[in-house]
């Protein structure tokens, strides 16, 4: 079988690609009058070519090159099902980090028992965010682009923050100034201790 990265990619053909204007610039006023309060000006890149097939995602062609499922000192929690990894840098939001089974698995294909031992665990792991001091709210994402291994995030939107509301949030982490490292370590502790509060165990491979 051929590696996906070496087949000659193709437009997509569907119905709905037929109709899409390739090469325009999309008017951005429905980003900017439906989230008025986090942009007042964008302007977004030409829509490019929508090709197939798609670069695979790191570990989808092989999954023993998956860095999620590899020992990290990233990694701030764990239990026999999850895992939860923060601080490879830090940046503008009080907390921000990445929620992944412990072993290769799709949303497609996680057994039962570990997607079941996921919903206790965002009830934890919200709970947990907001016990850092300053952050009012846990947002929970999954985009799915970057790994075959599953995993979402969580973000803390800092209190007050009306402008950090719903989906522009990872926006600001961005754009917000790095909060310090001393800062961002006691924040990991604090999160990695509540979790391990109810089970569990702290920084396995620091």
Same mark, same amino acid.
């Given at each position: 079988? @051929?590696?996906?990265?070496?087949?000659?990619?193709?437009?997509?053909? =569907?119905?709905? $690609?037929? !109709?899409?204007? +390739?090469?325009? !610039?999309? #008017?951005?006023?429905? *980003?900017?009058?439906? %989230?008025?309060?986090?942009?007042?000006? +964008?302007?977004?890149?030409?829509?490019?070519?929508?090709?197939? &097939?798609?670069?695979?995602? /790191?570990?989808?062609? #092989?999954?023993?090159?998956?860095?999620?499922?590899?020992?990290?000192?990233?990694? +701030?929690?764990?239990?026999?099902?999850?895992?939860? =990894?923060? /601080?490879?840098?830090? =940046?503008? *939001? &009080?907390? *921000?980090?990445?929620?992944?089974?412990?072993? $290769?698995? *799709?949303?497609?294909?996680?057994?039962?028992?570990?997607?079941?031992?996921? /919903?206790?665990?965002?009830?934890?792991? @919200?709970?947990?965010?907001?016990?850092?001091?300053?952050?009012?709210?846990?947002?929970?994402?999954?985009?799915?682009?970057? @790994?075959?291994?599953?995993?979402?995030?969580?973000?803390?939107?800092?209190? /007050?923050?009306?402008?950090? !509301?719903?989906?522009?949030?990872?926006?600001?982490? #961005?754009?917000?100034?790095?909060?310090?490292?001393?800062?961002?370590?006691?924040? %990991?502790? +604090?999160?990695?201790?509540?979790?391990?509060?109810?089970?569990?165990?702290?920084?396995? $491979?620091?």
């Amino acid at each position: 079988m @051929s590696d996906a990265r070496e087949q000659e990619q193709h437009p997509v053909e =569907s119905a709905y $690609h037929a !109709r899409l204007p +390739i090469g325009e !610039r999309m #008017d951005a006023t429905a *980003l900017t009058e439906g %989230l008025p309060w986090a942009f007042e000006q +964008i302007t977004m890149r030409p829509l490019e070519p929508m090709l197939v &097939p798609e670069q695979p995602r /790191g570990g989808e062609v #092989d999954p023993q090159s998956c860095n999620t499922c590899k020992p990290s000192p990233h990694i +701030i929690w764990q239990d026999e099902h999850w895992k939860v =990894s923060a /601080g490879w840098e830090f =940046s503008g *939001l &009080p907390f *921000l980090g990445a929620i992944a089974p412990r072993e $290769h698995w *799709l949303l497609e294909n996680a057994p039962h028992e570990v997607l079941a031992a996921y /919903g206790p665990l965002m009830q934890r792991i @919200s709970q947990a965010v907001k016990s850092i001091p300053g952050v009012a709210r846990c947002h929970f994402a999954r985009w799915n682009d970057g @790994s075959a291994h599953l995993h979402l995030w969580a973000l803390a939107r800092p209190a /007050g923050m009306m402008q950090g !509301r719903g989906a522009a949030l990872a926006f600001w982490d #961005d754009m917000l100034p790095p909060i310090p490292v001393e800062m961002g370590e006691e924040h %990991l502790r +604090i999160v990695a201790d509540a979790l391990a509060a109810g089970g569990g165990e702290t920084f396995p $491979h620091r």
